[in-house]
């Protein structure tokens, strides 16, 4: 059995929403409450690596930080990015489901049963 892992924030409907999705389905990922435990700089640089995605894409564009920290500069490296991120977890997008070497963004909260194994 592929071993799950979910990054997930109790307070977000669509975190919630994902989990609840997956215990439906009899299964029980392991729950990262990132914005208590942040991923350092080499688990979001592996967790975007499996995403397929550039890191600004995990971005969340509309929080506070995001602002004031000058993330839409695009003299920001990719590096600048995820340094921002583990620095500020809240500016991670969210759920995140890790099946394996695959990994999904859930939004919506329907995307994490596309890497079920």
């Not at 059995?1 to 439906?24: I, V």
């Not at 995403?51 to 995001?66: A, C, F, K, N």
């Not at 999904?104 to 329907?110: F, L």
């Amino acid at each position: 059995m592929t071993e799950l892992t979910l990054y997930h924030n109790p307070r977000c409907s669509k975190s919630r929403g994902a989990l609840e999705l997956l215990e439906q389905r009899g299964l029980a990922p392991k729950i990262v409450r990132y914005l208590e435990t942040p991923p350092s700089v080499t688990e979001l640089e592996r967790i975007v690596a499996r995403l397929g995605i550039d890191p600004r894409q995990l971005l969340r564009t509309g929080e506070d930080e995001y602002k004031t920290l000058g993330l839409a500069n695009p003299m920001l490296t990719d590096a600048d990015i995820i340094e921002a991120m583990a620095n500020h977890p809240k500016l991670i997008e969210r759920p995140i489901l890790i099946a394996g070497d695959a990994a999904v963004i859930g939004r919506p909260p329907e995307k994490v049963l596309e890497v079920l194994p």
